[in-house]
């Protein structure tokens, strides 16, 4: 075990969690790959998505490396703060919503 | 931000080849990442041989009004290295003789060879099917004698590829100087007026995109979707293709890697995005690259690196296509840079 939790390098490694169980890793990397192809939504979108989602589950992995997809893809800058503040618009707000629950309960209560 | 001066002028010690030659077979190549030659040998591909030779590439020197933070040649104002009309006139008598249907001239700025124009003249009664200049862009804006240059072009017939990192001002400046984005849309302006890029014009204008750090190029085909449609849209501009270059692990952009602790990870994904379909038609399997001083490589990378063909043809004045053909494409781990996902090349992608 390193001596911190995440290292930067352990990235190049992904690939190797088929290793330890190959047909699960190799379904997961299909799904993974076909998810990402063009559909309805653009694979640019989709990086953008990615790259919000990355944002609010906090994955270090996942922010460095959608964060280089987008600037192989020519996305901007600004393109990218916008995807990562809708990220953390829900984020916000997905806390906030809940003051309703403590409104009612609130009012129930103490009403 | 923005270089003004080149590694040689500096004294950088990358501005030698042996250096970063040294640099690039050492570290991860001594035990985590397998060589280039290894790689090729998996799948059969070693040595790597040259197929039918189809552009002959002339770098006429690497002086040039700009300092971009990526060049490969390390071009810029204060280089010296320029090609003499004595070595022009033995090119033109080997494009004259020449089984290659496209002739390329790059630099530097080939534009700022005193000779340049005489020698387009020249070059572009042999007849050869496709003559491509390079042409920054901001040399046509950089003086006045060169404003009449988009006529140049055109009374020659010249297929103009360009430069054009993104179809932002910031991006692009970042990477090639500031004012560089204004003035090269102000140059493909006036080439859209001479009919450069039109649809349907056989006057040939296309873009080249390499990437402005340290990552790969996207899809070449996506890349030229949104530059088209942003170029279209925010300055009215229109051109054929787009070619996505990928940055090549030399000279200036090989210090920028290693300076910005960006080298390792930047290996890792070329060797990672090494596809072997693409060393199948790598650009160095069809072209001859001309030195100034009329030296012979494989491409205008070797060059830089000074690394000639390996061939008893060395110098363009004992040129014979028959016995250079014969020969053993010259290969260190750079070349990892034109077999990385879709392939790069002069060209574009080639897989």
Known sequence: MADQYYDPKDLRKFGKITEWSEELGNKFFDYYGAVFQEGELTQREKSLIALAVAHTEQCPYCIDAYTKDGLQRGITNKEMMEAVHVGAAIKSGATLVHGVMMMNKVNKLDG | ?351
């Not at chain 2, 990870?265 to 199948?280: F, G, H, I, K, T």
């Open chain 2, 1 to 351: 931000m923005g270089a003004t001066k080149s590694l040689k002028k500096t004294g950088n010690e990358l501005a030698q080849a042996n250096k970063q030659l040294e640099i690039l077979s050492n570290g991860i190549f001594k035990d985590e990442l397998p060589t280039f030659a290894k790689k090729i040998k998996e799948t059969n591909q070693f040595p790597l041989r040259p197929r039918k030779l189809e552009i002959l590439q002339i770098n006429v020197g690497y002086m040039c009004n700009q300092v971009c933070d990526h060049c490969h040649v390390d071009a810029g104002p204060d280089r010296k290295e320029i090609m003499t009309w004595e070595t022009m006139e033995e090119c033109l008598e080997v494009i004259r003789n020449t089984g290659a249907h496209t002739l390329d001239l790059t630099g530097g700025a080939p534009e700022m060879n005193p000779h340049f124009r005489r020698f387009v003249e020249e070059a572009s009664k042999a007849g050869i099917k496709d003559f491509i200049v390079r042409s920054n862009l901001t040399i046509i804006r950089a003086n006045k004698k060169y404003y009449d240059l988009p006529d140049f072009f055109k009374k020659h017939n010249v297929h103009v590829v360009s430069s054009m990192p993104h179809w932002t001002r910031g991006k692009t400046d970042k990477q090639r100087g500031d004012g560089v984005f204004d003035k090269s849309i102000k140059a493909l302006q006036e080439l859209n007026e001479r009919g450069y890029g039109m649809p349907d014009s056989d006057l040939r204008l296309d873009l080249v995109y390499n990437p402005s750090g340290a990552f790969l190029p996207g899809d070449q085909a996506s890349m030229e979707k949104d530059f088209k449609k942003a170029l279209m849209e925010d300055f009215g501009i229109q051109f054929h293709n787009l070619f996505a270059i990928t940055n090549l692990p030399i000279a200036r952009f090989l210090d920028y890697l290693i300076a910005s602790e960006n080298y390792e990870d930047y290996m890792y994904q070329l060797v990672e995005a090494y596809n072997p379909m693409a060393v199948e038609s790598v650009m160095c399997t069809n072209t001859i690259s001309i030195s100034w001083d009329g030296y012979l490589f494989d491409c205008d990378f070797n060059q830089m690196l000074q690394l000639p063909v390996n061939s008893k043809i060395k110098h363009i004045s004992q040129y014979n296509e028959d016995i250079l053909l014969d020969r053993d494409i010259v290969i260190s781990q750079h070349c990892y840079g034109c077999t990385a996902g879709a392939g790069s090349s002069c060209q574009g992608t080639v897989a």
